[in-house]
């Protein structure tokens, strides 16, 4: 079966025999073929070439987490997102980046009725579009209603549920004065002339201005979400009204922001192009940030848990409190966990202390209540400590001395490293403490969350970070019917001091009848444990990196932000 | 020819069933694109997210109207990336992941097949040993390992090339290294499984017998046969690195296809699910229909009928 020679054992005979010995046959043709063989790396190159896209480099690179679901305002929920989007999306105000509290900005005054519950806004007159676009009074109505609009699919809308008729209009209710469904127009956000706008809240709501700046709240362009609908975020040029506009969006590559020239605060904006790194491996992230292809990482979360010891002693290692508590939720509507015994009884026997230091390893504040200190006025109350002694008596007391006939149950978490380690140690614990025997059970976690919130759990992993400065957004989630409830337990008594507490002008006064409802939650019912706060990482060169603080909100709005050259 | 035609024509019945098939596992799978951590603020929200995204029709209807909407053109949004159609995310992430997938394979060809070659026709001496133990250690040593030991070293210690990311031609060198090694490993023990056997095959006896010299019986005679085994791996071999690899994209933040590949099955992004693996599947079965083409050529004694 003659063949003819080809490029392929050509290059084979160069590759592995010396000197080559010619082949019989070919000719011209041949070498031709060899050329064209060897031709095909440079061709491979070629194509490297095109598919590469070579951009020029940003002024400041921030490692930021996991890919944005979305960079709406209104869809976003996660803080990754909101990074981003509060740099696009500016609301009334926003959070300046020392405090973390609100400060005037596409309002540039407010007036406040005595009882403090109607708000008049004071648009800036130089309150532009990136795209030119005057923002108007209207707009905001327009953003708040589209909010507020179910089929919209905000995750978030009850931040706006403090406006009179709000929720009423969301949740699809009756008008009982009218017969038919609140509209809209019922919703009482009204713009009375092109820069002014009035909101009437449903009582005093002491930490309305916070939420005004809470991406929910954004203004967004009507015009452009009108005409492109669901991909309104991927046509060029977005119209934005915070301090960037969005140059590109790739996903799993980069979100690149430009100073927005049109902003009315522009001359405050002091980089000019920013991009986030969507990562989500923390070796990925340390290895960008350590090469100098990163400047700043800015989640505990991006930094491998095992080096903490060491990376943690750097001067570029940033720490700080911020709002956000690692708890465990107990199912309450399943034995023997509808015995608040037993349920004191799993609190005391944990050493929150032991944990942090084994686990997490990043000076985390191991705690008993709920809501972090810190937030104004408010003194939250303590909780059940380590007691081992007491634990053991309470579950003898339930009928279960020494984890007797204690019938088998689960601790439900998502499947992640940390979230694991808790769960071995709990589980460790509960044997030495209780002489009870419990399962692990991981999910991933879609499975994890669709179980938690369908109550098909026995304990479970949880955590929360507050979306404002105020112990409402820690407290309000465990009233009845609240989604984020997931334990089974309602009380009308703490429901109700949540309400009371809420219609009060008097910060002290609101303050106690909160700390009321908490002592409720972890000291007389306890669905869930704390316990502890997490602590805030943030890496960045002091040197080099100008404009971030440590704040309870992990606030750091990108324009204050800025490395020398 | 009619073979292939036939072969052809049964390609959208088979992707058909594979969208039913694929469709049918997901639903089965408990949790929904709409489970979070943070519950949606009302109840009526999550029912108006799933009315638009067709989630309370019976699920036959949402097939039915899914594989409708394909047969436009139309994959449908995203149920996780939701300002984003999977049209728009397989557009962006494909043609990264086929430059990094066509570089793998350039390189597990090219060092794959020479290692082989070269590890058969000296069998037995140290050249092949050492041929042999080169293409284990790369079968042997996982991307997980490769990746993260490249990076050490060319990228951290002697700060060579970049960690990550995928912005210039240097950034493209260790992601293929890392993809392309370990099939180099495949293809050179598959390369010289194939010449041994073919060694023994009474027409290369034929040939020595003639008076040929090593040389022209191994490169003219062998090696279009000994070949073929490669031939036949090579078809879901790039369909493989074609539609990118979930490791090395991860380990090096490239913006390709393959990160969605796993992440859009634990995130329930139906639409996306199923997108890709309609790519995958159409990649891998017109390949597979393209190796079989190859196979006639290059062994004249194979005919299909």
Redesign the interface.
């Known amino acids: 079966?003659?063949?003819k020679?080809n490029a392929?054992?050509q290059?084979?005979?160069a590759?592995?025999?010396s000197p080559p010995?010619p082949?019989?046959g070919g000719g011209k043709s041949r070498s031709f073929a060899l050329r064209a063989f060897c031709l095909?790396?440079f061709a491979?190159?070629l194509?490297?070439?095109?598919?590469?896209?070579?951009?020029p480099p940003a002024d400041l690179v921030l490692v930021n987490g996991a890919?944005p679901?979305?960079?709406?305002p209104a869809?976003i929920?996660t803080q990754t997102e909101m990074r981003i989007v509060k740099a696009l999306f500016e609301g009334l105000t926003r959070l300046e980046g020392k405090n973390a509290t609100a400060e005037p900005a596409i309002a540039h005054r407010w007036d406040m009725s005595p009882d403090g519950s109607i708000y008049t806004f004071h648009l800036r007159t130089n309150a532009v579009w990136s795209t030119g676009q005057p923002i108007t009074a209207e707009d905001v109505v327009w953003s708040w209603r589209r909010a507020l609009d179910?089929?919209?699919?905000?995750?978030?809308?009850?931040?706006l549920?403090f406006i009179k008729g709000a929720?009423d209009y969301?949740?699809?209710k009756t008008n009982a004065a009218t017969g038919k469904p609140f509209t809209p127009e019922d919703i009482a956000v009204r713009a009375l002339d092109p820069h002014t706008l009035r909101v009437e809240l449903i009582g005093p709501t002491a930490f309305f201005l916070d939420l005004c700046a809470f991406p929910t709240l954004a203004v967004v362009p009507r015009f452009w979400i009108e005409k492109h609908g669901?991909?309104?975020?991927?046509q060029q040029p977005v119209p934005t009204s915070g301090t960037y506009t969005l140059e590109f969006w790739?996903?799993?590559?980069r979100v690149r922001l430009r100073r927005n020239a049109r902003h009315w605060d522009a001359a405050n904006i002091r980089s000019e192009l920013v991009d986030f790194?969507p990562?989500?491996?923390s070796?990925?992230a340390l290895?960008?940030y350590?090469?100098g292809?990163a400047d700043v990482i800015w989640d505990k979360n991006l930094v491998p848990n095992e080096l903490m010891d060491v990376l943690g002693k750097r001067p570029d290692c940033h720490k700080f409190d911020y709002l956000g508590t690692y708890f465990f939720r107990f199912n309450v509507k399943r034995k023997p966990f509808t015995d608040v015994r037993v349920r004191k009884a799993f609190a005391l026997a944990v050493d929150r202390q032991k944990l942090v230091n084994k686990i997490t390893r990043s000076g985390e504040t191991p705690t008993s209540h709920f809501t972090p200190k810190g937030m104004g006025v408010y003194e939250p109350p303590d909780g059940w400590g380590y007691d081992p002694e007491q634990a053991r008596k309470l579950l003898a007391e339930a009928g279960f001395p020494g984890g007797k006939d204690f019938p088998p149950f689960h601790y439900l978490f998502k499947t992640d490293k940390l979230d694991e380690q808790v769960g071995v140690e709990l589980q460790e614990i509960w044997r030495k403490e209780l002489g009870v025997k419990m399962e692990l059970r991981a999910m991933?976690?879609?499975?994890?969350?669709?179980?938690q919130?369908a109550l098909d759990y026995d304990l479970s992993r949880s955590?929360w970070i507050g979306d404002y400065n105020d112990p409402n957004t820690f407290l309000d989630m465990f009233m009845a019917g609240?989604?984020?409830n997931?334990t089974g337990w309602s009380n009308p008594a703490y429901d109700n001091l949540i309400r009371t507490a809420n219609l009060q002008t008097d910060p002290k006064k609101r303050a106690a009848l909160l700390r009321q409802a908490e002592t409720l939650l972890i000291r007389d019912d306890l669905p869930i444990v704390p316990l502890w706060f997490y602590a805030g990482v943030n890496f960045y060169d002091p040197k080099k990196i100008e404009g971030i603080h440590a704040n309870l909100l992990d606030e750091h709005p990108i324009h204050t932000i800025q490395k020398q050259k | 020819m009619s073979y292939f035609l036939k072969r052809a024509a049964f390609l959208f019945p088979l992707l058909l069933l594979i969208s039913v098939l694929a469709f049918a596992l997901l639903k089965l799978?408990?949790?929904?694109?709409f489970?979070?951590?943070?519950?949606?603020?009302?109840?009526?929200?999550?029912?108006?997210?799933e009315a638009?995204y067709h989630l309370d029709e019976p699920v036959w209807q949402q097939y039915l109207r899914y594989i409708g909407g394909v047969l436009q053109g139309d994959f449908g949004?995203s149920f996780?990336?939701?300002?984003?159609?999977v049209t728009?995310?397989i557009a962006?992430?494909l043609?990264?992941s086929?430059?990094l997938g066509?570089?793998a394979f350039?390189l597990s060809l090219g060092i794959g097949?020479?290692l082989g070659?070269?590890s058969a026709?000296r069998r037995g001496q140290w050249g092949d040993y050492t041929g042999s133990f080169l293409a284990i250690l790369a079968v042997c040593v996982p991307a997980l390992v490769v990746g993260?030991l490249l990076?050490m070293g060319l990228?951290?210690q002697w700060?060579l090339l970049?960690?990550?990311?995928?912005?210039?031609?240097a950034?493209?060198i260790l992601p293929t290294l890392t993809l392309g090694l370990y099939f180099s490993g495949r293809v050179a023990r598959l390369m010289r499984e194939g010449m041994l056997t073919t060694l023994h095959e009474q027409?290369i006896v034929t040939a020595r017998a003639k008076g040929l010299?090593d040389?022209?019986v191994l490169?003219?005679?062998a090696?279009?046969i000994a070949?073929l085994p490669v031939v036949s791996y090579s078809g879901p071999l790039l369909a493989d690195l074609l539609t990118g690899s979930f490791i090395v994209?991860?380990?090096?933040?490239?913006?390709?296809v393959g990160?969605f590949m796993v992440n859009s099955s634990?995130?329930?992004d139906y639409p996306m699910v199923i997108g890709l693996v309609l790519l995958y599947a159409t990649l891998l079965l017109v390949l597979n229909l393209l190796v079989d083409v190859g196979y006639s050529y290059l062994d004249?004694r194979v005919k299909y009928d």
């Open positions: 079966m003659p063949t020679p392929l054992s290059l084979l005979r590759f592995c025999f010995a082949l019989s095909l790396p491979f190159c194509l490297l070439l095109g598919c590469t896209r070579s951009d890919e679901d979305s960079l709406d869809i929920s179910p089929m919209t699919g905000a995750e978030y809308a009850s931040q549920f929720e969301s949740t699809g669901d991909r309104w975020l991927l790739r996903l799993n590559d790194l990562i989500k491996s070796t990925t290895n960008l350590e090469t292809a991933e976690p879609k499975v994890y969350y669709s179980a919130s955590s609240n989604g984020n997931r | 799978a408990p949790g929904g694109p489970d979070k951590e943070r519950a949606p603020a009302t109840a009526e929200i999550k029912r108006a997210i638009k949004p996780k990336y939701r300002n984003h159609t728009d995310i962006q992430g043609p990264v086929v430059a066509g570089m350039a097949i020479p070659f070269w026709a993260p990076v990228a951290i700060r970049p960690v990550a990311l995928w912005t210039s031609p950034h493209v027409y010299d040389t022209t490169l003219k005679h090696l279009r070949i994209e991860n380990l090096f933040q490239i913006p390709g990160v634990l995130n329930r004249r």
